[in-house]
C-alpha cells in the first residue's frame, strides 16, 4: 500500500524519556510512564495500559472555586504505561517548560495537558474590571514542569519591558508577576456620542518585567457570566476562597 500519508512526517514519533511532547504542531504525545493530567475529552488515540479518572477541577478547592467563578480546568488523571495522543479541535499546540521560582497565569480553556508535579490555583485576575479571555479569573501555575497550550493561530510573544496592551480577548497567557489592568483605548469624541466605535475600546494592560502570548484570534469572553453568577450566589465565600 502507499500513499503520501504514510510519509515519515506522519509516522508516531518515538523517544526514550517519558513525557510530554509535540507529536505536530496541533497533536501532543505524552510517552507515559506514571501520571499527568489533561484536559477531560482531549484524548484521541491511546496505545499500551492506560487508566483515565475525572478529577473534576483537581481537589474540592478548585472545584468550589471553579463553580463559583465559572473558571478553572476540567481535568482527568492519565497514568500507566503506554502512548496517548491529545488534541482540542485541532487547536495549534505549545509546550512550555516551568522551573521553580516561575508562575504563569493562563486561560483555563487554553490549557491542554501538564505534569502532575505543577501546581495550579484560580485567582482573580488583579486590576481587572472586566472580562478578560479567561473571564475575571485565570489559573495560575506554578512549580517545576511542562505544560502545553492551545492557541488558534501561531501567536506572538510579547516581551513586557514597556508598556504593553493586548485585546483581552486574544490574551492567552502571561507571566505571573505582572502586572494587569485596562486602558481606554478608544478615544471619546463626537463619533463614539454618535454610536460610532472603533471595536477596540478596551485594551488590557500589562506592567514590569515579563511576557505575554496573544493569538491571532478573538475569543468571546468565557467565564464572565459564570464568575458573575457565582459571586451573586457566594456572598462572602468567594472572597474567603479567592483570597489573593
Known sequence: MRSELFSAENLEKESAQPGLRLQNHKLLKAELNGEFMARVGSMVAYQGQVNFEALGSGGIGKFLKQKLTGEGVPLMRVSGRGDVFLAENAADIHLID?????????NGA????????????????????????????????SGAGRIAVT????????TVDQ????D????????????????R?????LGTLLGRSTGERFTMSFAGQGFVVVQPSEEPPGGLAGAAQGQQQSGGLLGNLLGD
Not at 98 to 106: F, K, Q, Y
Not at 151 to 157: D, E, H, R
Not at 168 to 183: K, V
Open 98 to 106: 516551568l522551573e521553580h521560582g516561575d508562575g504563569l497565569s493562563i
Open 110 to 141: 487554553n490549557v491542554l495537558a501538564f505534569d502532575s508535579t505543577l501546581n495550579y490555583d484560580i485567582k482573580l485576575v488583579k486590576g481587572v474590571g472586566m472580562a478578560s479571555n479567561a473571564g475575571l479569573f485565570n489559573c495560575v501555575f
Open 151 to 158: 492557541t488558534k493561530g501561531t501567536p506572538v510573544v510579547l
Open 163 to 166: 508598556p504593553t496592551y493586548v
Open 168 to 183: 483581552p480577548q486574544a490574551a492567552i497567557c502571561w507571566s505571573a508577576s505582572l502586572q494587569t489592568g485596562y486602558h
Open 185 to 189: 483605548a478608544e478615544q471619546m469624541g
